[in-house]
């Protein structure tokens, strides 16, 4: 069976700091993975997604994200963080058919 | 081009009483689903469909019900609300292929007392 763990509830950074989300998968197959973002009271948007070839993925707004299939990983990364990235991410692997499986998200918060 | 469009954006009832969610969209996808939203919990799939006539059940279907007689639309149906559905409901469209993104609506922000 698939599922998609987020170990971390909420991360705190600084302006300005770098960032890193966490997300391990588990998933018989080749892995479809995604990273969404959710801004409070908002639906979800796809920030990046990988489904093969070069492991390192670029997104929107400055997000990339790395596939590790030895650590079963898909960390999502930031050089710089801005203000407006405080928001909630939500890592997903898909199936063949679509369906997402989502972990249970990270909480960000920036400090001006 | 409203994309995906859901409602309403807020519902309470009573439980025991019935209701149906709304979901539209208007980019001719063939894939949509429902997901309900719970915190601490992430996002789980209620119900899905890969086109008009075809629906599945996803992780969590008990207690929901769905029908897709046109591309267009997909509506959720709660037949007896109960206090474990209080949550906040999206709606995903997306074209056929396990590959392309989804879209998701606003969302429905159900409360059940």
């Known amino acids: 069976a698939q599922s998609v763990t987020q170990p971390d509830i909420h991360i705190t950074v600084s302006e300005g700091a770098s960032l890193e989300l966490r997300c391990n998968y588990s998933?018989?197959?080749?892995?479809?993975l995604f990273w969404y973002v959710q801004s409070p009271g908002q639906g979800l948007q796809l920030l990046l997604k990988?489904?093969?070839?070069?492991?390192l993925v670029q997104g929107i707004k400055g997000f990339e994200a790395e596939f590790k299939r030895s650590q079963s990983s898909f960390n999502l990364r930031k050089p710089s963080v801005h203000w407006s990235d405080a928001a909630e991410y939500f890592c997903?692997?898909?199936?063949?058919?679509?369906?997402?499986?989502f972990g249970t998200g990270t909480r960000l918060t920036v400090i001006p | 081009n409203a994309g995906v469009t859901q409602t309403p954006k807020f519902q309470v009832l009573k439980t025991g009483q019935s209701m149906t969610l709304q979901c539209a969209q208007d980019?001719?996808?063939?894939?949509m689903s429902w997901y309900r939203q719970d915190p601490g919990m992430g996002l789980r799939l209620i119900h899905y469909?890969?086109?008009?006539?075809?629906?599945d059940q996803g992780e969590v279907p008990n207690g929901y019900n769905v029908s897709r007689s046109t591309t267009e639309d997909f509506p959720l149906r709660l037949l007896s609300a109960a206090p474990s559905q209080t949550s906040v409901y999206f709606c995903?469209?997306?074209?056929?292929?396990?590959?392309?993104?989804?879209?998701f609506g606003p969302g429905t922000r159900l409360l059940v007392l």
């Open positions: 997903a692997v898909g199936t063949g058919a679509n369906n997402l499986f």
């Open positions: 998933y018989g197959a080749t892995p479809y």
């Open positions: 990988y489904f093969s070839g070069d492991t």
């Open positions: 980019m001719n996808h063939e894939y």
């Open positions: 469909s890969v086109g008009a006539g075809i629906t």
């Open positions: 995903a469209t997306a074209p056929a292929g396990g590959r392309e993104t989804q879209y």
